[in-house]
């Protein structure tokens, strides 16, 4: 069975989203991002991935499997039925991998420097002033069609409606885009999205509490 390691509303939901969106069941360790320990047991988290950061996917032969982007495509090609990428050599699987690489390195992780690192006022300014403007690419892609890539939900869609609903956090409100306010609700009306993103915020709330 395939083991997923996260952390409640991190970017692991994304790939909580792809298990459940395929049907997949998996195994899932709940990882304390700080204290970068395996909750259940203690493990050094450090051991598990060097990179110390989630999503961890365990695959079926034991490897270990890092980087949202790969960990996504990966379970999406072991349900191909789905459709939740474009199969290899399709041309929209580059469009694929041009979103998943966007979301990752221009929203994602731009997004974390102003919620969590920033403490100037000025340099936060500036890096929600880049990070809007990335938002838009995404928001005027979105103007005329439903999803990211063709016609149908894909992990690109997964990753990009997380990060939305974390956009908050760096101080950039989704209710300037209207496409994409519509698109979150599409989105998060899809009832295994909606399971997924629901039972991650209880495990949060139980954490938090
Ligand atoms: N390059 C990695 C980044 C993953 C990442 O930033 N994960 C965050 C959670 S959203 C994390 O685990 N951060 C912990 C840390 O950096 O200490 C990927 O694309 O998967």
């Known amino acids: 069975m395939l ?47 060097p990179k110390g950061a989630v999503p961890v996917l365990v695959l079926e032969n034991g490897e270990r499997l890092t980087e949202n982007a790969a960990v996504l495509q990966y379970i999406a090609d072991l349900r191909p039925e789905f459709g939740l990428a474009p199969p290899p050599g399709d041309p929209d699987r580059y469009r694929l991998q041009e979103w998943l690489s966007f979301v990752g390195t221009e929203i994602h992780k731009a997004f974390l420097f102003p919620t969590f690192w920033y403490k100037d006022q000025a340099a936060n300014a500036i890096a929600r002033e880049r990070i809007g403007k990335n938002v838009s690419v ?22 990009l409606a997380w990060s939305l609903l974390l956009l908050g956090r760096g101080g950039v409100d989704v209710a300037s885009w209207p496409s994409l306010v519509s698109y979150l609700d599409r989105i998060q009306g899809r009832p295994r999205v909606k399971a997924a993103i629901e039972a991650e915020r209880q495990i949060y709330k139980t954490l938090m509490a």
Not at 33 to 42: A, C, F, G, Q
Not at 147 to 157: C, I, K, W
Request: proline share 1%; net charge negative; charged share 25%.
């Open 138 to 159: 995404a928001a005027e892609h979105l103007d005329d069609r439903q999803y990211l890539v063709g016609e149908r939900f894909t992990v690109a869609d997964a990753y």
């Open 3 to 49: 083991q997923l390691y996260f952390w409640p509303m991190a970017c692991s939901l994304a790939s909580r989203i792809t298990l459940m969106e395929a049907g997949i069941e998996a195994r899932y360790h709940l990882v304390h991002l700080w204290k970068k320990k395996v909750i259940e047991d203690d493990t050094d988290f450090w051991a598990v991935s």
